[in-house]
């Protein structure tokens, strides 16, 4: 495999980490608005 | 004056205390009771960059205020665990999260879908109305009581709500009083 071969699969690499990290992060921090169970 | 606030918007405050001053977590979730159009409490998040949920939640009687850049308690002790927590804030119906649902009035007219929640700043933590997404694209402003029956799929409010859809909060803040008038609510 070449330089740009080399290249490209360091791309990939850092593209895919840093979508699992906002997917993880996003996940962690919450912000549901949840509405309590109906008494009726 | 009333000010009025997204819950959005609260998402992410500090939890600070009034006696120490000290920043003690985040606000992670809002949970509320729309029949009673209250908050009834906040799950939490501990504070830093990467941090998880925090083990104890905050219930309503425990915040001393909810302002623009905080959500103030007296101290510490003001946060609980789920236990010791009323059961809606200590165990949250997390399958009843409003986001997203869809707002159709009883006559199956389609309002939008739910983008928001309204609150009153201060201590009162009194629930005023929802943000929605219109199906036509832009946003608008429902008054609440305005549901039926609430799911985590849809919100079902009835006709008259089709009336009082605001294009803003300053909208909303007047329509309010209005619409519980004319639901017999005051």
């Known amino acids: 495999m070449g330089l740009i071969g080399w290249l490209i699969l360091a791309l990939i690499v850092v593209a895919v980490t840093m979508l699992v990290f906002v997917v993880v992060r996003r996940r962690r921090r919450g912000g549901s608005i949840i509405a309590t169970r109906s008494r009726r | 004056m009333r000010l009025l606030m997204t819950a959005s918007q609260i998402h992410g405050l500090p939890v600070v205390t009034v006696r120490g001053g000290e920043d003690i977590a985040e606000v992670r979730d809002v949970i509320y009771n729309p029949e009673a159009g209250r908050l009834v409490g906040v799950t939490l998040n501990k504070r830093g960059f990467l941090a998880g949920r925090h083990r104890e939640v905050l219930p309503a009687e425990a ?3 909810v302002g623009q850049d905080a959500v103030m ?31 159709l009035t009883e006559g199956g007219t389609s309002l939008g879908t739910v983008a928001d929640l309204v609150l009153l ?5 009194e629930v005023v109305g929802y943000q929605i997404d219109k199906p036509g694209g832009g946003s608008g402003y429902i008054p609440l009581p305005a549901q039926l029956s609430i799911s985590g799929v849809a919100l079902v409010v009835p006709n008259i709500t089709e009336e009082f859809v605001q294009d803003d909060l300053v909208g909303l803040g007047a329509a309010v009083d209005e619409f519980r008038v004319r639901m017999g609510l005051t």
């Open chain 2, 63 to 65: 915040i001393h205020a």
């Open chain 2, 73 to 103: 308690v007296l101290d510490e002790t003001s946060l609980v665990t789920p236990q010791d927590a009323p059961a809606d804030v200590g165990h949250p119906a997390t399958e009843r999260n409003v986001l997203g649902d869809d707002v």
């Open chain 2, 121 to 125: 700043v201060g201590s009162s933590g």
